[in-house]
């Protein structure tokens, strides 16, 4: 499968293909912000589970599942990685001594620096967050097509210049890696030695000012056929057909959630600052068990 | 008639007889009517245990208690005490020694009617003696009466276990008498009843968050912020473990500071209880020359080991996060040990608070912003809303497509210091097209633009539509604006190397701050650690080097692009 059929959202199921912009990005928007306010493991790992669910409804292929679960593995392993090193609560205990407080220059430096066994786990929690959203935002970009999320801004008042200014983007980005790899393509070939025509990591520097002159060049003449037709001050806007009621419904329960979510989070940490307000003891507690 | 004339002039002279015989009678019942309790104890315990052995070598109060009752006048005594042979008293309790040592006298003065008069007198018994008992004599002269007090007190030459303790005794306390009490150690952070949490790091100390003290007070409904009920709330207790191999008792004092481990010298942190914001009311522990200390008295009870539980008081507004010196020291009676520990100082700060407070305020100016944006898009035109959307393409592309795909791998294999990896394009390259950008169009909104394009073009192709993306973008593009307005890149008519090298450096710096920022916004929302020193690194490298170097390169490809466009 190739980078592009990866990125085509044309295999998922129909139901999911035929949801609206708007409610992608809102349940999108939600899920970030339910994800940032909770603390509890196990609320964000039913977050978590409830986003592979999602892809499991929206029959994400095999070779997206396989993409999934590398991007989330990776993701989860440097969290864990990096909390393990950084890990700077109590109980904790070293499991590793990368380097010795008494080492020269960079134990003086650092302190010296452990593995702590502790930090290996607060990495894996709090890497479901990023973990989460790195996956319902594949199975809103692998369900949707950019035109469908651009049409969403759009309704939410993007200005119609920024709007034509990123499908002008979205629509050149092939073009531009193509032309990138024509230019890479050229510094192997002219390269004087063996080794030069097979690296690409050596002529990459080199292919920065050709592409942008290419840019250069595209723009000129696309900005001549643009201003030509009166396409680049259109300022109206076509009606949009209103949200079906069940998106309208969900995306009202979302914003009812995180709304929910927001204030209990909010009104829970202020109660562990002092400000205690006998009447949301209930939403004290709730807080304290879930979120 | 005659008669009771007689008896009338008869009556004044028996009333001037009799009338001052009664006052004297009067005045004679009332000085035999009044009375002197003394009352004399040693050693004498604060702790109630009185009457026990005296250990050679030891200092230990004797406790004198003088009541008087129907005292018609204030009346000068004299008090004297006669030591047992080898006893002696310590100086500068306002006794004063006859000749030999075995006497000390002092002089009191008796309130007229009912008055009460104490004093403690530390007595050092010698060492090496016989066992026995010896004895002490209290005598108090009152010119015409006279009260008398004998004790006997058992003496022992040594305590047990003093001969061992001088083996483990600090070096400075062994020479001849000055040894008698020592700190053994010090240990903080300890809870009232002196029970370490060994969940919580030894030697640190966490001070509350007082940023918000007066808000949370206003409104709770409590008013204005009681300062002094803040400052009289112990930030922490420390136990101090003394030993006491005589087993002395008195009363010590102990002051605990905060020391610079550079220069030495006591820095501001610690208080006293009584300390308000008007900084003037004093408690009992807290004479006027204390400054920047917290002082309490301790009472030594004659115990071998000894453990004190002493609160430990901030000025929250003076103390500074950082590594000290905590020194204690407790003197009394001539005596004076002290103790010094290393201390680090912990406040729970509100930095990432502060980050995504700023944020927001960026997020505020984005919006604003906006129409400006739209008109730089006019500014600029077709042409060059294109370029900007091709080179946001190149950015997406060059940038945010590598470091997802390939920087979650690096992530994976370097762990946090994946970053110095990837930070070469998001840097250097990130740096090279917006300066090259800002080159060819040199407008207000040209860096936002690319940036905001950047930002929807990974919402749209992968999904990356999270409020901390849209914090990062706002931020990104406040700080470049505010930079190229500030160093008047925008009005500049030519661009030479040496100003540009002076943009470069200004955006190094700025790139430093967004990074120092950013970082801070993932800890706060992704409850994320990083070491002091990896931010500063991170700051350094990928801040300010990897985008000062980036918008160096950016200013030789931009002069070229200028030249290919003709402008």
Not at chain 1, 37 to 44: G, K, Q, R, V, Y
Not at chain 1, 53 to 74: D, E
Not at chain 2, 148 to 167: F, I, M, N, Q, W
Not at chain 2, 515 to 541: C, G, H, K, P, S
Request: hydrophobic share 45%; charged share 15%; net charge positive.
């Amino acid at each position: 499968m190739s980078m592009r059929q990866l990125w085509e959202g044309n295999d998922s199921a129909p139901w999911i293909r035929h949801v609206t912009g708007e409610t992608k990005l809102l349940v999108l928007l939600s899920y970030s912000v339910w994800t940032l306010a909770i603390d509890n493991p196990e609320t964000l790992f039913y977050l978590f589970a409830g986003t592979l669910g999602l892809h499991l409804v929206a029959r994400t292929s095999r070779s997206k599942w396989y993409v999934l679960a590398i991007l989330l593995l990776l993701g989860l392993w440097g969290s864990m990685f990096s909390q393990a090193l950084f890990y700077t609560q109590t109980p904790r205990t070293p499991v590793l001594v990368l380097i010795r407080p008494d080492m020269p220059v960079l134990g003086r430096l650092t302190e010296g620096l452990f593995v702590y066994r502790e930090g290996i786990l607060y990495g894996a929690v709090q890497g479901l967050r990023s973990a989460g959203m790195l996956s319902l935002g594949l199975l809103v970009c692998w369900t949707s097509d950019p035109r469908q999320l651009l049409q969403a801004l759009l309704r939410w008042r993007l200005p119609a210049q920024i709007a034509f200014m990123l499908v002008t983007a979205i629509r050149f980005l092939p073009v531009l890696a193509a032309e990138a790899g024509e230019v890479l393509l050229v510094l192997q070939l002219r390269s004087g030695s063996r080794r030069g025509r097979r690296a690409v990591l050596r002529h990459l520097p080199y292919v920065i000012q050709p592409l942008l002159t290419r840019c250069l060049r595209r723009a000129q003449t696309l900005a001549l056929s643009v201003t030509s037709r009166g396409f680049f001050l259109a300022r109206g806007q076509r009606k949009q057909a209103p949200l079906p009621r069940s998106e309208r419904i969900l995306c009202l329960a979302c914003l009812a959630v995180t709304g929910g979510v927001v204030v209990s989070k909010i009104l829970y940490v202020l109660s562990e600052q002092g400000f205690y307000w006998g009447a949301f003891r209930q939403i004290y507690d709730g807080a304290k068990l879930y979120l | 008639m005659t008669g009771l004339l007689g008896k009338r002039r008869k009556l004044p002279l028996a009333l001037a007889v009799i009338l001052p015989v009664f006052l004297a009678w009067v005045c004679a019942a009332s000085t035999a009517w009044a009375a002197v309790v003394l009352d004399a104890s040693y050693p004498y315990s604060l702790g109630g245990k009185e009457g026990g052995p005296v250990y050679g070598g030891s200092t230990l109060p004797l406790y004198l208690h003088l009541q008087s009752y129907d005292v018609p006048r204030r009346q000068p005594v004299s008090v004297t005490v006669t030591l047992p042979a080898g006893f002696r008293a310590l100086p500068g309790t306002g006794w004063q020694p006859g000749p030999g040592g075995r006497q000390v006298t002092t002089h009191w003065v008796l309130p007229a009617h009912f008055g009460q008069n104490f004093d403690l007198l530390y007595l050092e018994a010698p060492r090496g003696e016989t066992d026995g008992i010896r004895t002490i004599q209290v005598d108090v002269d009152g010119g015409t009466w006279r009260e008398h007090k004998t004790l006997s007190v058992p003496y022992r030459h040594d305590g047990g276990g003093a001969a061992a303790e001088r083996g483990s005794a600090p070096a400075q306390g062994r020479s001849g008498r000055n040894f008698s009490w020592y700190i053994q150690s010090v240990t903080l952070p300890v809870d009232s009843t002196g029970a370490r949490d060994d969940r919580k790091a030894e030697r640190v100390l966490y001070l509350r968050d007082m940023a918000f003290e007066g808000l949370r007070n206003r409104v709770l409904g409590d008013g204005a912020t009681s300062w002094s009920a803040v400052y009289n709330h112990p930030a922490a207790y420390v136990s101090l473990q003394l030993r006491n191999p005589q087993r002395d008792v008195r009363l010590l004092r102990f002051k605990a500071e905060l020391v610079d481990r550079r220069t030495g010298r006591v820095v501001p942190g610690l208080t006293t209880a009584a300390k308000i914001n008007e900084n003037e009311e004093y408690g009992w522990n807290a004479p006027a020359d204390e400054k920047n200390a917290t002082t309490a008295m301790i009472s030594l009870n004659g115990s071998k080991d000894q453990t004190v539980v002493l609160p430990l008081y901030v000025d929250y507004f003076h103390v500074l996060e950082g590594d000290y010196v905590f020194r204690v020291t407790v003197w009394g009676n001539g005596q004076e040990k002290a103790t010094e520990v290393p201390l680090r100082i912990e406040q729970k700060n509100s930095l990432g608070l502060l980050a995504v407070g700023i944020a927001c305020g960026c997020f505020l100016f984005v919006l604003g912003f906006l129409p400006k944006l739209k008109q730089c898009i006019f500014h600029v035109g077709a042409r060059g809303a294109i370029t900007i959307a091709l080179f946001a393409a190149v950015a997406f592309g060059g940038i945010t497509v590598p470091t997802t795909v390939a920087g979650e791998l690096l992530h994976a294999m370097l762990g946090p210091f994946a970053g110095f990896v990837t930070g070469l394009l998001s840097g250097v390259f990130q740096y090279l097209l917006l300066v090259s950008l800002v080159l060819l169009y040199r407008r207000p909104g040209v860096p936002g633009l690319l940036y905001l394009m950047k930002f929807f073009l990974g919402g749209l192709l992968f999904g990356n539509f999270t409020p901390l993306g849209l914090l990062s973008c706002c931020v990104t593009i406040t700080v470049l604006e505010g930079v190229f307005w500030l160093t008047g890149f925008y009005g500049k008519r030519e661009i030479g190397r040496p100003y540009m090298a002076l943009v470069a450096t200004a955006l190094g710096l700025a790139d430093a701050l967004l990074t120092f920022l950013n970082m801070e916004q993932i800890m706060f929302f992704y409850r994320l650690y990083y070491a002091d020193w990896y931010l500063a690194l991170y700051m350094l490298v990928n801040g300010f080097l990897y985008s000062s170097v980036g918008a160096w390169l950016g200013y030789g490809t931009g002069r070229k692009l200028r030249q290919i466009t003709g402008e």
